[in-house]
């Protein structure tokens, strides 16, 4: 199932001590005759395709590369390493996580870097 999640992130740089930027996202199950059950939730950390994306600008002016990664460590929920793309002029992070607070089960994701003017 696709679901969309938009997340506004205004004027960052206006910031003036470093701040970590993370989605919190739900899963649930569909239940047609009952009401659907948590199966977990899932962090994702966001300022890696933030960075990314800031650092390259206009993503319509370089081919498809490897601009970022999001590397899988203990302190994080990552199955592999998430890698920052720029795939037909658009940022992009596909993510696999696994599902904390339950015993078992991933999320895959993919995030695309929008900018307000677009």
Same mark, same amino acid.
């Given at each position: 199932?696709?679901?969309?999640?938009?997340?506004?992130?205004?004027?960052?740089?206006?910031?003036?001590?470093?701040?970590?930027?993370?989605?919190?996202?739900?899963?649930? /199950?569909?239940?047609? $005759?009952?009401?659907?059950? @948590?199966?977990?939730?899932?962090?994702?950390?966001?300022?890696? !395709? #933030?960075?990314?994306?800031?650092?390259?600008? /206009?993503?319509?002016? $370089?081919?498809?590369?490897? @601009?970022?990664?999001?590397?899988?460590?203990?302190?994080?929920? !990552? #199955?592999?390493?998430?890698?920052?793309?720029?795939?037909?002029?658009?940022?992009?992070?596909?993510?696999?996580?696994?599902?904390?607070?339950?015993?078992?089960?991933? !999320?895959?994701?993919?995030?695309?870097?929008?900018?307000?003017?677009?």
């Amino acid at each position: 199932m696709n679901k969309f999640l938009v997340i506004l992130i205004c004027s960052w740089q206006l910031f003036a001590l470093p701040f970590v930027c993370y989605a919190l996202q739900s899963v649930f /199950d569909h239940d047609t $005759f009952s009401a659907d059950d @948590i199966m977990g939730e899932a962090e994702i950390d966001i300022q890696p !395709l #933030i960075t990314s994306a800031m650092a390259f600008g /206009d993503p319509e002016m $370089f081919g498809n590369m490897q @601009i970022g990664k999001w590397l899988k460590s203990n302190d994080n929920a !990552l #199955i592999d390493d998430s890698i920052i793309n720029i795939v037909d002029g658009k940022v992009k992070q596909e993510i696999s996580l696994k599902l904390q607070n339950v015993e078992s089960g991933e !999320l895959q994701v993919e995030l695309e870097w929008m900018p307000l003017d677009q």
